[in-house]
């Protein structure tokens, strides 16, 4: 079955402890992504990668971290979590070229941190 | 950059009546307009896309329309029902970055 993977689903933590939220998708895709949500703000883009090794930032990069060592993972860091960054994070992942660019999301990972 | 504009971000509407949400976009070279749903609690899932050559595209009660000149595309929901309650995103994809630029989305509500 074709799909986004990630882990934790549900995380509290405290101010500091570093963390990391790993993705992982099994449909070859060249592009994965990082988002937050918040209510009333939508869809932020936090990192995106196009290719292994390649990564760039997206709309709200300040206080994240992101590797594209291989192809189906995109792990998410928080070095220092801040309350800030209580959010719902999804990873997405979709092709670069074909018929269609449908972006595919994961789960989502909600975060707490007091 | 793009820059997308999405409205209303709140619809109420009858079982059975129509929906349109609308989007506006500043990049004339985009190519792809998808639409997603996100229930309450779940993540994003694509319901449709449209690509620049085409000006409409219909899948049972959901339809999009594309106008290139005015830049903006529209999604059409007939004959709601309750199901249908949930927040609805458009996006556009950038022609230089190749990012998905997502509109503010709109919750519609289906009242029965």
């Known amino acids: 079955e074709a799909q986004v993977t990630q882990n934790p689903r549900y995380l509290i933590t405290v101010t500091g402890k570093k963390l990391t939220v790993t993705c992982s998708q099994n449909?070859?895709?060249?592009?994965m992504s990082w988002y937050r949500q918040d209510p009333g703000l939508g869809l932020r883009q936090i990192y995106y990668?196009?290719?292994?090794?390649?990564?760039d930032k997206g709309d709200v990069p300040e206080g994240y971290k992101v590797s594209r060592k291989e192809k189906r993972n995109f792990p998410l860091i928080l070095e220092s979590p801040s309350p800030n960054q209580t959010s719902l994070y999804f990873c997405a992942s979709r092709p670069i070229a074909g018929a269609t660019y449908e972006q595919y999301f994961g789960p989502g990972t909600r975060l707490t941190v007091t | 950059g793009e820059n997308v504009e999405q409205h209303p971000s709140t619809l109420s509407v009858q079982e059975g009546d129509s929906a349109v949400i609308k989007c506006t976009y500043s990049?004339?070279?985009?190519?792809?307009f998808p639409w997603y749903k996100q229930e309450l609690g779940k993540r994003p899932q694509l319901i449709i896309d449209?690509?620049?050559?085409?000006g409409e595209k219909k899948d049972q009660r959901i339809a999009v329309t594309l106008n290139k000149t005015a830049k903006h595309f529209s999604l059409h929901i007939t004959e709601t029902q309750p199901e249908d309650s949930a927040v609805y995103f458009c996006?556009?994809?950038?022609?230089?970055?190749?990012?998905?630029?997502f509109g503010t989305g709109t919750r519609l509500k289906v009242l029965a």
């Open positions: 990049d004339s070279a985009s190519n792809y």
């Open positions: 996006a556009v994809i950038d022609s230089g970055t190749y990012k998905y630029i």
């Open positions: 990668s196009m290719n292994v090794e390649v990564t």
């Open positions: 449209i690509r620049s050559n085409v």
């Open positions: 449909m070859n895709h060249e592009y």
